[in-house]
C-alpha cells in the first residue's frame, strides 16, 4: 500500500479518540459526536476496517429505527503492552485500542535491585514482541516516582535514583511512554472512572507515600519537565523529619504504613502497605487512635490542596479508601474544616476511585492509545501494512 498522505486520516483518528475513551460506543453516536453524516460514518468505519484498525458487531435493538453498530477493536489491531511497577511487585497487560486489558499478568519481585526488576520488566517486552510482532507499537510504563523524558529521577519508596528507564525496550524497536503512576491512575479517573466529565479534578491515590496529579479536561498538569503531582512531598507535615526524598516535613511520612508504625511506636515497617493493611484490622484502642491521627492528616491535606487547586471533584485511591472509611467523620471534620469558607457551603466530593487496583494500567495505556490514535501514526500503520 503507498504511503498515506498527511491529513487523509483527520476524522479516522477523530474515530479511533472516542473508541478509545468510550469503549463500546455505536457508530450512530460517533456519528452525533463528530457531527459526521450517517454516509460519512459509514465510510470512515469500513475505511478503519479495511486497514484493522475496528471492527463492528449489532448493537442491542433499541426498538424503531435505524439499527447501529458498536465499533470495538480489530483483533488484528495494533496493542500497547502497559506495565505497573510496584514496591513489591508489578502488573502487565495488553491493550487493545478500546482500552480493552488482555492477558493480565501479576508478579512479585524476587529482587528489587533495579538492574533485576527492569531486567524482568524487558523480558515480559520481548515476549509480547514476539507473540505479537509489529502490533506491539508502543509500551508504557507506570513508575511510583518522578519521571522525566523517560528517566526516573527519584523513587524514595523503592530506593531507586537516576535511572534510564529505556532500557526496558532498548533493542525491541518499540517507543518506551513512561509516567508516574498516581498521574495515570489519574488519567484513567478523569477519562473512565469517578471523574469522568469533570472539568477540573485532582486525584489522589495512597500506597507507601501519597501521590496524584490535577487534571484538565482529562490531561494531567505535569508541569515544565513532566515532574508534576508530588503532592506527598509538600510540606504538610513535621518540619523535623527528613524525607528519603531529601525534603523536611514531607506529607508522605503523615499518611501511610510509616506513620502508623510512627504512632505506635514501632520501627519502620519493610512493607508499608501491607502494615497499614495489618493496622487497619485491628480493633484495638492503640491502633484505633493511630488511625485516627493519620486519617486527620490526610483529610486536612486533601483540603490544602482543593484550596490551591480548586477541582470540581476529588478521586482517592489505594489505601486512602479503607483509611477514609475506617474513621469517616475524622476524615469529614479535617476536610471540611481545612477549607476555605467559600468552599465549606458545597466541597468538592471526594470520591472512590473506579479502577481499583488497574489504575495505573489504565492510565498508561489511555496515554499510550493518544499517540496510537494520531493521524501520522495511524498513516504509519497503514503504510507498515
Same mark, same amino acid.
Given at each position: ?15 479511533? %479518540? ?14 452525533? %459526536? ?14 478503519? *476496517? ?7 458487531? #449489532? ?24 506495565? /505497573? ?21 501479576? *508478579?512479585?519481585? *524476587? ?108 490531561? #494531567? ?34 499518611? /501511610? ?18 502494615? %497499614? ?49 475506617? /474513621? ?12 476555605? +469558607? ?30 496510537? +490514535? ?12
Amino acid at each position: 500500500m503507498n504511503p498515506v498522505r498527511r491529513g487523509q486520516w483527520q476524522t479516522a483518528s477523530d474515530v479511533l %479518540t472516542q473508541l478509545s475513551r468510550q469503549p463500546g460506543i455505536t457508530r450512530a453516536s460517533v456519528a452525533r %459526536t463528530l457531527r459526521l453524516s450517517t454516509g460519512s460514518a459509514t465510510e470512515v468505519t469500513a475505511r478503519l *476496517r479495511d486497514v484493522h484498525l475496528v471492527t463492528e458487531v #449489532p448493537a442491542p435493538s433499541r426498538g424503531r429505527g435505524r439499527p447501529t453498530t458498536l465499533l470495538r477493536a480489530h483483533p488484528e489491531g495494533p496493542v500497547v503492552l502497559a506495565l /505497573d511497577l510496584r514496591q513489591s511487585s508489578w502488573r502487565s497487560a495488553v491493550v487493545t485500542l478500546d482500552g480493552s486489558l488482555l492477558d493480565l499478568q501479576h *508478579r512479585r519481585h *524476587r529482587s528489587r535491585r533495579p538492574q533485576v526488576v527492569l531486567h524482568n520488566l524487558r523480558r515480559q517486552v520481548e515476549q509480547t514482541r514476539q507473540q505479537y510482532g509489529d502490533r506491539l507499537r508502543m509500551v508504557s510504563l507506570a513508575v511510583p516516582g518522578t519521571i522525566r523524558d523517560n528517566h526516573l529521577m527519584q523513587a524514595p519508596t523503592l530506593e531507586w535514583a537516576e535511572l534510564d528507564l529505556e532500557t526496558v525496550t532498548e533493542g525491541t524497536g518499540v517507543p518506551l511512554l513512561a509516567g508516574n503512576d498516581a498521574t495515570l491512575s489519574g488519567v484513567a479517573e478523569a477519562r473512565t472512572g469517578a471523574a469522568a466529565g469533570a472539568g477540573t479534578a485532582l486525584h489522589l491515590i495512597v500506597e507507601v507515600g501519597i501521590g496524584g496529579t490535577l487534571l484538565i479536561d482529562g490531561v #494531567p498538569a505535569q508541569g515544565a519537565s513532566g515532574a508534576g503531582g508530588e503532592y506527598g512531598h509538600v510540606p504538610f507535615g513535621d518540619r523535623s523529619r527528613l524525607c528519603p526524598c531529601g525534603a523536611r516535613g514531607c506529607w508522605d511520612l503523615e499518611i /501511610d504504613g510509616r506513620a502508623l508504625a510512627r504512632h505506635l511506636k514501632q520501627g519502620r515497617p519493610d512493607d508499608p502497605y501491607a502494615y %497499614t493493611e495489618e493496622v487497619l484490622r485491628r480493633t484495638d484502642r492503640t491502633a484505633r487512635a493511630a488511625v485516627t491521627k493519620v486519617v486527620s492528616a490526610l483529610g486536612a491535606g486533601i483540603a490544602g490542596l482543593v484550596n490551591a487547586h480548586d477541582p470540581d471533584v476529588v478521586t482517592i485511591g489505594g489505601l486512602a479508601i479503607p483509611l477514609r472509611a475506617a /474513621d469517616e467523620q475524622t476524615f469529614t471534620d479535617a476536610y471540611r474544616g481545612g477549607l476555605m +469558607t467559600f468552599h465549606r457551603g458545597s466541597p468538592p466530593p471526594v470520591l472512590p476511585a473506579t479502577h481499583q487496583p488497574d489504575g495505573p494500567l489504565r492510565g498508561a495505556a489511555a496515554l499510550a492509545l493518544d499517540q496510537l +490514535t494520531t493521524e501520522p501514526a495511524i498513516a504509519a500503520w497503514v503504510a507498515q501494512r
